[in-house]
């Protein structure tokens, strides 16, 4: 979407169950920290970095995937995509 913005809004329960997504038909899966690793292109090579410590309530968006967003709730990450 050219030059307009997205917002969609969820809400998650302390368990980390979503309860409400603001999107029709989003889909969600679950993602143990110890499995997700954050990747970075350099000099032509993509390095993945292990995440060590995130603060519970932290949301990620990513350019390379601006259709999901990322919410860590109870020691799992929480990835939404509409």
Known sequence: MAGGTKTFTTEIDAA??????????AT??????GN?????????AIIHHKLVFVPEGTVIHT??????????????WIQICR
């Open 16 to 25: 980390g169950n979503v309860v409400k997504s603001g999107v029709t038909g």
């Open 63 to 76: 350019k390379t995937n601006p259709d999901c967003q990322w919410y860590f709730v109870g020691g799992e």
């Open 28 to 33: 969600t899966r679950k993602v143990p920290m």
């Open 36 to 44: 997700v690793t954050l990747a970075e292109k350099k000099d032509g």
